[in-house]
C-alpha cells in the first residue's frame, strides 16, 4: 500500500457557499459553520464537504451526500483526481483546520490558506477501505440516534393517551410551585472542569462532562438564560451549571418532563433571555390521578432504559471510531 504526500488542492477543489435566510420549508438541507441550520427550497451543489469558514466554528467539518445549500460562511470541497469523498471527509475531520485560521477580530479560514495544506493519501482503492471502516461506525451510531427518537415519539404519544382520559381538567388545576421546585445550578467554568463520565448541562443541553456530579439521576433540566425554558432529560447523575435550574418534585419525573416541555414559559429579561423562577413556578399545570401518573411511569420506564442503553452504546462507538480514525489516517493500520 503507496501513500504519497500530497497537497490538499490536489484532492478537492474547493467553492464558495452563499448568504441563505434557511428556514423550515424546503427539501435541501443548509449548512452554516456550526452544521445544519435549516432548509432550502434551492440547492447550489449535489454533493460535498462543508467547512465552517468564519467564527467559534471556523474548521468544523461537515458531510452532505445529497444536493445541500451552505451558507457564505462556509466554503464547499469536492473531490477530485478520484479521491474519496468519505476518505476525505475523515482526513479532514482528523486535521486540526482551526490551527490555520487567520484574522484578527475572529478566526477566519480561506481557500488560499486550504489548498497547500500537505496530507499522506494512500491509492483510491485504499481510500474507500479506510472510509468503509469508519462509516460503518457512523452508521451504527446514526441508526441508533434513529432509533432513540422512535422511542421518545412513542413515549410522548403515550403521555398525550394519559392526558386524553382526564375526565374534568379543572379537578386537577394546580401551578407548577405546588409541585416542583426549580433548584438553581452551579456554575462550573470550562477550565474548572475535568473530563469525566457525568454530563454537565446548560440552557442549550450538553455542554461537556465532569468527574463529579451535583444532581443525582435521572433528572430534568429547564434552561434559565440564553435558551429560555428548553427541557432536558438527564439520565443519570449530572451536572448542571448556572445557567439553568433543575427539578426537584415528589411527583414523576418521567411525567413531569413530558409536561415541562409543553409548558409556556415566558422571557422576563430585556438585554438577555431569561427565565424568572417565580414565574414560571406560577405556570398552571393539570395532573391526572396519581395511580395513573405511576402507571404512566411504570409504562415508560423500560423505554428510556432501552434509551438510555442506545445512548451508550453510541457513547461506545464513536471512543471506538475516535481510536481508529487517527491510525488509519496515518497508515498504522495497515487494510
Known amino acids: 500500500m503507496k501513500w504519497e504526500r500530497k497537497p490538499l488542492e490536489h484532492i478537492v477543489d474547493f467553492y464558495n457557499g452563499k448568504s441563505i435566510k434557511p428556514s423550515m420549508i424546503g427539501s435541501f438541507p443548509a449548512y452554516g459553520s456550526n452544521g445544519l441550520i435549516g432548509f432550502s427550497e434551492k440547492y447550489l451543489y449535489d454533493k460535498g464537504i462543508i467547512i465552517g469558514r468564519v467564527g467559534a466554528n471556523c474548521g468544523s467539518v ?55 495544506i500537505e496530507f499522506n493519501i494512500p491509492d483510491s482503492t485504499t481510500q474507500r477501505r479506510i472510509a468503509s471502516i469508519l462509516s460503518a461506525y457512523d452508521d451504527l451510531i446514526e441508526n441508533n440516534l434513529k432509533r432513540i427518537k422512535l422511542l421518545e415519539e412513542k413515549a410522548v404519544l403515550e403521555y398525550k393517551c394519559l ?143 432501552l434509551m438510555q442503553n442506545l445512548l451508550q452504546q453510541n457513547t461506545l462507538l464513536r471512543q471506538a471510531r475516535d481510536i481508529l480514525l487517527p491510525r488509519l489516517m496515518s497508515g498504522e493500520i495497515e487494510i
Open 163 to 305: 392526558n386524553r382520559e382526564l375526565q374534568d381538567l379543572n379537578s386537577g388545576k394546580k401551578k407548577l410551585k405546588d409541585i416542583l421546585d426549580l433548584k438553581y445550578g452551579k456554575a462550573l467554568k470550562s477550565d474548572n472542569r475535568i473530563d469525566g463520565k457525568y454530563p454537565v448541562y446548560g440552557s442549550s443541553g450538553v455542554i461537556g462532562s465532569h468527574e463529579s456530579y451535583l444532581v443525582t439521576g435521572p433528572g430534568i433540566i429547564v434552561g434559565r438564560k440564553g435558551n429560555v425554558g428548553s427541557v432536558f432529560w438527564a439520565f443519570d447523575n449530572f451536572w448542571v451549571i448556572d445557567t439553568a435550574y433543575f427539578v426537584e418534585s415528589e411527583i414523576s419525573l418521567y411525567y413531569l418532563y413530558f409536561n415541562l416541555k409543553e409548558q409556556h414559559f415566558e422571557n422576563t429579561d430585556a438585554a438577555v433571555p431569561g427565565l424568572n423562577r417565580n414565574f414560571a413556578l406560577d405556570n398552571p399545570i393539570f395532573l391526572p390521578q396519581n395511580k395513573k401518573i405511576i402507571l404512566f411511569e411504570e409504562s415508560v420506564k423500560p423505554t428510556f432504559h
Open 62 to 116: 461537515k458531510i452532505s451526500l445529497d444536493n445541500f445549500w451552505p451558507s457564505d460562511n462556509t466554503i464547499v470541497a469536492k473531490p477530485k483526481n478520484n479521491a474519496d469523498i468519505m476518505f476525505v471527509y475523515y482526513l479532514l475531520n482528523n486535521h486540526p483546520l482551526n490551527n490555520y485560521a487567520g484574522g484578527a477580530a475572529q478566526p477566519l479560514l480561506t481557500q488560499t490558506v486550504l489548498k497547500p
